[in-house]
Every structure is written in C-alpha cells, then in structure tokens.
Antibody
C-alpha cells in the first residue's frame, strides 16, 4: 500500500533553515509528481510546491518562492523540502502528498505530516 | 485567482442523517473538483475526484455532484466516523489550484 512518511520538522528561529524529508513506499516513486502542502495551526490547507518525477518541472507558491527548494532522490524514494529564511507565518504542519499520475493537481495520497514551528 | 467558497462553515447533524456540503467557485472549474476529509490530528484523505468519482476504498454513502461553479458533497447516512472537516479543491488552473476554507461537520 502507498505510504508517505515525513520527518525533519521542529522548532527553528525566524531567519533559520530546516530540511524536511518524505520517504515513499508502495509505488514506483519515479513515476509520480510529488508535492508539499501545509496547514497552519487551526487553519486550512495551502499548496506549497511540486516537482515532476524526473525533477524537470518544478513550481512554487508565491508565498515560498525564492525561500524554499523542493527536490527528490528517486534512488532513495525520497522527497525533500529545503526551507530557508523562515518566517513566523511558515509555522505549519507540512504534508507530503502524491499527485495523481494522469490527473495533474489531484492529491491522491498524503503522509501524516511534520510540524514546523518558527519562533524565537 | 479562483476562489472556492464552502458552506456552511459548520454543519451540526446526528448519526443517520443526510449531510449536504456545498462548494462554489468564483469561475468555472469544469469538473476538476475534489473533496477531502480531515479528522483531528490526521492527514487529509481523498474522497471524491473530478466532481463525482469516489476514490479507492471510499464508502458508497459518499457522493459528489456538480460542474462549472457549483458542487455538492452528500453523505447519505452519517456514521460516527464521518464527523470531520471537509475541504474542496479545484485543479482547473493547476498549479496552483485552490482549496476551500473547509466545512466542519459536527455531531449534534
């Protein structure tokens, strides 16, 4: 079965950096676009970034462009999100999700999330 | 930017009742509308995609309808495990797409 397991969250000071990881199993990782979605405490869902199976197509939400970098290692079945110049408003649970293979933009499986707290 | 407005914000019903949740788009999204369920402390789960297709493993009591700008998620007879927050999401202009603000379905 499809499994996505995030890690790397924690407490970081404003202006700091953090790297999130998502380990995938149960499917051919390199065949799928992958994405990050976040949810601030008590708030709704916000798409953050996605990249294609071969990493040739990458997009970011305007709110994180220039500060976050998405990447993947298909040999390790892993997705990453390098976050820098973090702000208080980046505080959220970050979910890794798989995008539907023939349905761009459909989040068909989600991980359990990892909490990032940006605070001094 | 396409805005999705969900209503009501909170819906209070009892187990066994029928739930009807609405999602309205500020412009047409064709049928590129999905519904997600999120229980407290859990990740969202895909319920319905392309307006009316149930995702794998989703019970038949969940159904979706609509196209263009008006969409509905119906739960025919509420089970205790159905009380959660429901989000709609459109992917017609992916990326970025947009999420609705959510409807909280609570036990009356």
């Amino acid at each position: 079965q499809v499994q996505l397991v995030e890690s790397g969250g924690g407490l970081v000071k404003p202006g700091g950096s953090l790297r999130l990881s998502c380990e995938a199993s149960g499917f051919t990782f390199s065949d799928y676009y992958m994405t990050w979605v976040r949810q601030a405490p008590g708030k709704g869902l916000e798409w953050v970034s996605y990249l294609s199976g071969g990493s040739s197509n990458i997009y970011y939400a305007d709110s994180v462009k220039g500060r976050f970098t998405i990447s993947r290692d298909n040999a390790k079945n892993s997705l990453y999100l390098q976050m820098s110049t973090l702000r208080a408003e980046d505080t959220a649970v970050y979910y890794c999700a798989r995008l539907g293979r023939w349905r761009p933009g459909l989040f068909d499986y989600w991980g359990q999330g990892t909490l990032v707290t940006v605070s001094s | 930017e396409i805005v999705l407005a969900q209503s009501p914000a909170t819906l209070s019903l009892s187990p066994g009742e029928r739930a009807t949740l609405s999602c309205r788009a500020s412009q047409s999204v064709s049928s590129y509308l999905a519904w997600y369920q999120q229980k407290p402390g859990q990740a969202p789960r895909l319920l319905i995609y392309d307006a009316s297709n149930r995702a794998t493993g989703i019970p038949a009591r969940f159904s979706g309808s609509g196209s263009g700008t008006d969409f509905t998620l119906t739960i025919s007879s509420l089970e205790p495990e159905d009380f959660a927050v429901y989000y709609c999401h459109q992917r017609s202009n992916w990326p970025p797409g947009t999420f609705g603000q959510g409807t909280k379905l609570e036990i009356k």
